[in-house]
C-alpha cells in the first residue's frame, strides 16, 4: 500500500542554517504530497503542497519539489528561524485522490539562536 | 472563520470504560475526516466522511469503535470499550471538498489517556 517515510528527528540548527527534511513515498499512480506543520501548542496546518510531477510548493520561505523519478519531496528552507521549531510531516494523497491522507512519521525541527 | 472545534481538549479514562469525542468542523465543509495520532506517530486516517456518508473507515476498529455524522455537521467518536493502546491524539479535520485541492483543516485534538 501507500506509505511516506520521513528522515529520523530530531533535527538541531542553528539561526540561519540551511534547513533539508527528507521525504520519500511509495505510491501507485499520481499521488498529490503534502507537507503539514504542527507549532507547539498548535494544531497541524498545511504548509506546503504539489499535485503532479515537478511541481514545486512554497510558503514561508519553506519549498519543496514533487520529483517522481526519485518519489521525493524533501522540504528545503534557506535560512532557519527559531519560530519554525516544530514537527513537520510529509504526507500523500494516495492515487485515488480522495483526501485519505497518509502521513509520514514526522521530523522535529528546533532551531537555536 | 472559526476553525475545526473539538471537545473535549483531554480525557483520563480506565481501560474498558467508554468515551465520546465531539467535532464541529468549519462551516459548509462537506468532507469530516477523523485521525488517530499516537505518540511519535503521524496521524492515521480513521474515518472520512461527505456530508453524513460514509467515504472510507477501511482503518476503523469497528469492534470498539463508532462514528457518526447526523445532519452532516457536528460528528461524534465512540470507543467502546477502550483499551490501553486507544491511548492517542484524536484530531478531527474538515475540508470543503475531497480532492488534493481542498485543503484539510485540522482541529486542535482530544488527547486520550487510558489507564
Known amino acids: 500500500g501507500d506509505s511516506v517515510t520521513q528522515m529520523e528527528g530530531p533535527v538541531t540548527l542553528s539561526e540561519e542554517a540551511f534547513l533539508t527534511i527528507n521525504c520519500t513515498y511509495t505510491?501507485?499512480?499520481?499521488?498529490?504530497l503534502f507537507w503539514y506543520v504542527q507549532y507547539p501548542g498548535e494544531g497541524l496546518q498545511l504548509l506546503l503542497k504539489?499535485?503532479?510531477?515537478?511541481d514545486k510548493g512554497s510558503n514561508k520561505g519553506f519549498e519543496a519539489t514533487y520529483r517522481k523519478e526519485t518519489t521525493s519531496f524533501h522540504l528545503e528552507k534557506g535560512s532557519v528561524q527559531v519560530s519554525d521549531s516544530a514537527v513537520y510531516f510529509c504526507?500523500?494523497?494516495?492515487?485515488?485522490?480522495?483526501?485519505?491522507?497518509?502521513f509520514g512519521q514526522g521530523t522535529t525541527l528546533q532551531v537555536k539562536p | 472563520e472559526a476553525g475545526v472545534a473539538q471537545s473535549p481538549r483531554y480525557k483520563i479514562i480506565e481501560k474498558r470504560q467508554s468515551v465520546a469525542f465531539w467535532c464541529n468542523p468549519i462551516?459548509?465543509?462537506?468532507?469530516l475526516y477523523w485521525y488517530q495520532q499516537i505518540l511519535g506517530q503521524g496521524p492515521k486516517l480513521l474515518i472520512q466522511?461527505?456530508?453524513?456518508?460514509?467515504?472510507?473507515d477501511s482503518q476503523l476498529p469497528k469492534d470498539r469503535f463508532s462514528a457518526e455524522r447526523l445532519k452532516g455537521v457536528d460528528s461524534t467518536l465512540k470507543i467502546q470499550p477502550a483499551k490501553l493502546e486507544d491511548s492517542a491524539v484524536y484530531l478531527c479535520?474538515?475540508?470543503?471538498?475531497?480532492?488534493?485541492?481542498?485543503?484539510?483543516?485540522f482541529g486542535p485534538g482530544t488527547r486520550l489517556t487510558v489507564l
Open positions: 479535520a474538515s475540508s470543503q471538498g475531497q480532492g488534493p485541492t481542498d485543503t484539510q483543516y
Open positions: 505510491a501507485t499512480g499520481y499521488p498529490s
Open positions: 504539489a499535485t503532479k510531477a515537478d
Open positions: 504526507a500523500l494523497d494516495g492515487s485515488s485522490n480522495t483526501g485519505k491522507l497518509i
Open positions: 462551516s459548509g465543509h462537506a468532507t
Open positions: 466522511f461527505q456530508n453524513n456518508g460514509v467515504v472510507d
